[in-house]
């Protein structure tokens, strides 16, 4: 049995990659906290309904039903509007904002690494022959 081919770990695969990806984007922050001018970067997360629509998609059977939902699951690079005020040098990196940002995202790689491996152990128990 695949495991990857179940929607559970699809799901936490992606959201995996996006969170690796935007380590990267926020690292790419950390080490130009000094070159002037740079304004921070940040990874939009993708749309919850765009990523169901991948992993179970609906079909509309009735015209009275919801249509389905089409969207770009592509996280977006953007620079978010600075909320504090800019160095001398016109640099609007907040080391600290950072910092607590790639805290965020490890935390919540090591969730769904967590339920990875529980929903993967329950899937084998319950795969597994007994025999008596």
Do not use: W
Not at 9 to 26: G, I
Not at 27 to 37: E, K, L
Not at 65 to 92: E, S, W
């Amino acid at each position: 049995m695949d495991l990857n081919n179940l929607s559970l770990n699809s799901l936490a695969a992606q959201k995996m990659q996006y969170l690796t990806e935007r380590q990267k984007v926020l690292a790419t922050n950390v080490a130009n906290a000094n070159t002037p001018g740079y304004l921070p970067k940040d990874l939009k997360e993708p749309d919850f309904a765009s990523v169901l629509q991948q992993n179970l998609p609906m079909a509309v059977t009735n015209s009275k039903h919801i249509g389905g939902i089409g969207a770009d699951m592509k996280g977006r690079l953007y620079t978010p509007k600075p909320t504090t005020a800019l160095t001398i040098d016109g640099n609007g990196v907040v080391i600290e904002d950072q910092l607590n940002e790639i805290s965020k995202d490890k935390g919540e790689y090591e969730r769904l690494i967590t339920i990875y491996n529980k929903y993967r152990t329950m899937i084998k128990m319950a795969n597994t022959k007994i025999s008596s």
